[in-house]
């Protein structure tokens, strides 16, 4: 079964600064998807980004960029001038076929 | 982008009865939605798949006669915890994938479960 690991349970940054989320992952298949979520207060999900296993360059949305190490399984989010409604619960995400598999989710605290 | 609605958004009944939360895709089809338990400051944690005219799969302890799952259209699947006690209270999100593009899955806001 596929596990996803996010060692971070919570994480601080300062307003305007980078932050980098780290996720790890295991699975023996070569064609998967990675996700990060971001879940606030509100508890909606939402899609930060997305990463195709056989895609080589590094996904990036705005603010928002990954650093996907396929042979080390690793999938980290780095989030560039950190603003205030970046404070949230991210979630770290494996797809499948069509199931998708949670890390353990770390919460990021954005002060001024 | 795709709307996932969810009702009730919060729900409080008594142990032993029964309660039904819905999940409706709002512009888009949806022949698979997901099902998830959320326990506080804990990750999602899927429950089921529910599929449009069949059964719904069930992840494994995950008990099938006590949730419920009904796929009835294209629109709308429903999760009916049966006979709830204090321990089913939690935070169930679904989820839907737009039609051709499974990897991209839309949440509903998630309905708060308390039972007292």
């Known amino acids: 079964a596929q596990t996803v690991t996010q060692s971070q349970p919570e994480m601080s940054v300062q307003e305007a600064e980078t932050v980098t989320l780290s996720c790890t992952y295991d699975t023996s298949e070569s064609d998967y998807y990675l996700f990060w979520y971001k879940q606030p207060p509100s508890r909606q999900m939402i899609l930060v980004i997305r990463q195709e296993a056989y895609k080589q360059q590094n996904a990036t949305e705005n603010r928002f960029s990954v650093n996907f190490q396929k042979a080390a399984k690793s999938f980290s989010l780095k989030i560039s001038d950190s603003q205030l409604g970046d404070a949230a619960m991210y979630f770290c995400a494996y797809r499948s076929l069509s199931k998708l598999t949670f890390g353990t989710g770390t919460r990021l605290q954005v002060t001024l | 982008g795709a709307v996932v609605s969810q009702h009730p958004s919060w729900v409080i009944c008594k142990s032993g009865t029964s309660v039904k939360i819905e999940c409706r895709s709002l512009?888009?089809?949806?022949?698979?939605m997901f099902w998830y338990r959320q326990f506080p400051k804990q990750s999602l944690m899927l429950m089921a798949t529910s599929n449009e005219g069949s059964k719904a799969t069930y992840e494994q302890g995950v008990e099938k006669d006590k949730f419920l799952i009904n796929h009835a259209s294209l629109t709308l699947s429903t999760l009916t915890v049966t006979s709830a006690h204090p321990e089913d209270s939690s935070f169930y999100i679904c989820?839907?994938?737009?039609?051709?593009?499974?990897?991209?899955?839309?949440f509903g806001p998630g309905t708060r479960l308390t039972v007292t």
């Open positions: 989820s839907a994938p737009t039609s051709g593009q499974l990897y991209e899955q839309y």
């Open positions: 512009d888009f089809q949806a022949t698979t």
